[in-house]
């Protein structure tokens, strides 16, 4: 007899969180879908998630595998043990709404020339609200990773970056993402973005930070947005209006007297500049 393959495999990596990954737990659980197997890959040095695993052990698929640190190294370590059809990465502190993974199978089965389908955070305004194929000029409003959801033939040509994304021990704390999303255009294939694929995450907590936890974030995740912009050759032309932006935004909250909101600004365009520098020189 042939078995059918798991439809999702479903990449969740986990680092010093307990609190809210029952909250995502909950929301697979409810899923009108349910054909999902989820791969826990603990990246933490103790036991932290043992009680968490074992009061879920009856009511959901799990398994449980260790990795380097890193989100991206996570994420390909969860691949790799992964055996579904499409394979998505919900972060540790996200949920579900319950009709997602439904929707998205749908998408997918009625549209075998993309090889991956991208989503949202709900609530978020920065994000684009049209639907549509995702380009080299879109992706950084087309898709957020706890929202992708990738056919196994994408994985099996392309993987994240491990010098890239939060962990990863380099300067480059961002855009990882984006950076696979690129990598699988680069070899042909078709995105898309609908943003009624969205899901709730916690809100960006930057404003609550010091202004010098500010400043770096700003200055590491703005640098490997850069590096992207050199990696895949964007034309000056982009390269300049993608730097100058955040720059004139600068200036303007200089006029208002926020010279701090100034300060980041500015530290973006620098770290912009001198990360796509760094891969074109």
Known sequence: ?????????????????TEEIPRLFDSL?????QDFELIVVDQNDDDRLDSILDDYADRLPLCRIRSEKSLSR????????SSGRIIGFPDDDCTYPPALLE???????????????????IDSTW??????????????????????FLRRSLTTQVRFDPTQG??????????????????????????????????????????????????????????????????????????????VRPGIGGFTQLLRGRRDEARLRWQAATALARGWKGCTS
């Open 1 to 17: 007899m042939v078995m059918t393959p798991i439809l999702f495999s479903l990449v969740m990596s986990s680092l010093g969180r």
């Open 103 to 121: 929707r998205v199978a749908t998408f997918l089965e009625a549209h075998p020339e993309y090889a991956a389908l991208t989503g949202r955070p």
């Open 29 to 33: 659980i409810a899923q009108t879908c």
């Open 127 to 148: 994000y684009s609200t049209q639907a549509s194929e995702v380009t080299p000029t879109n992706v950084w409003d087309h898709g957020v990773e706890y929202t992708y």
């Open 166 to 243: 939060v962990g990863a021990g380099t300067a480059f704390w961002g855009a990882e993402g984006p950076d696979l999303l690129l990598a699988a255009m680069r070899e042909g294939m078709r995105l898309y973005y609908d943003p009624e694929v969205a899901a709730y995450h916690p809100g960006p907590i930057n404003t609550d930070l010091e202004f010098e936890k500010r400043r770096l974030r700003t200055y590491h995740y703005n640098l490997g947005k850069g590096r992207l912009l050199g990696r895949y050759r964007y034309p000056w032309w982009y390269v300049a209006y993608t730097c």
């Open 74 to 81: 996570g994420k390909n370590a969860g691949s790799d043990a």
